[in-house]
Nanobody, 125 residues
Framework: QVQLVESGGGLVQAGGSLRLSCAAS????????MGWFRQAPGKEREFVSGISGSGDTTSDADSVKGRFTISRDNAKGAVYLHMNSLKPEDTAVYYC??????????????????WGQGTQVTVSS
């Protein structure tokens, strides 16, 4: 099993940047594909970005391509989401998730067994 704790959310103006972090505890972190999801009020949770266990392969939703970058540091047991050129529509609670021996192309919430508690990102216009 793996436990996940997100941090780094906050309030930022449109066009600004934030870096979200997700700290994982547990064994064999590199065996888990990791994903970032977000959920805005009244909307379903949606896939943002995913990364393979080795970090070699990533996948991004069309809405964030060219603006967000996912990365991981297996030695530290951490995954990051670097968010640039933020827009008001990026406002949401952001969650990290883990899928044992999964794929960065997993975009469905049911494909990830482990979830963090979420961190709020608010982008003002």
């Amino acid at each position: 099993q793996v436990q996940l704790v997100e941090s780094g959310g906050g309030l930022v103006q449109a066009g600004g940047s934030l870096r979200l972090s997700c700290a994982a505890s547990g064994r064999s972190f590199s065996s888990y594909a990791m994903g970032w999801f977000r959920q805005a009020p009244g909307k379903e949770r949606e896939f943002v970005s995913g990364i393979s266990g080795s970090g070699d392969t990533t996948s991004d939703a069309d809405s964030v391509k060219g603006r967000f970058t996912i990365s991981r540091d297996n030695a530290k047991g951490a995954v990051y989401l670097h968010m640039n050129s933020l827009k008001p529509e990026d406002t949401a609670v952001y969650y990290c998730a883990a899928a044992y021996r999964g794929s960065p192309s997993y975009t469905g919430t049911r494909q990830y067994a482990y979830w963090g508690q979420g961190t709020q990102v608010t982008v003002s216009s």
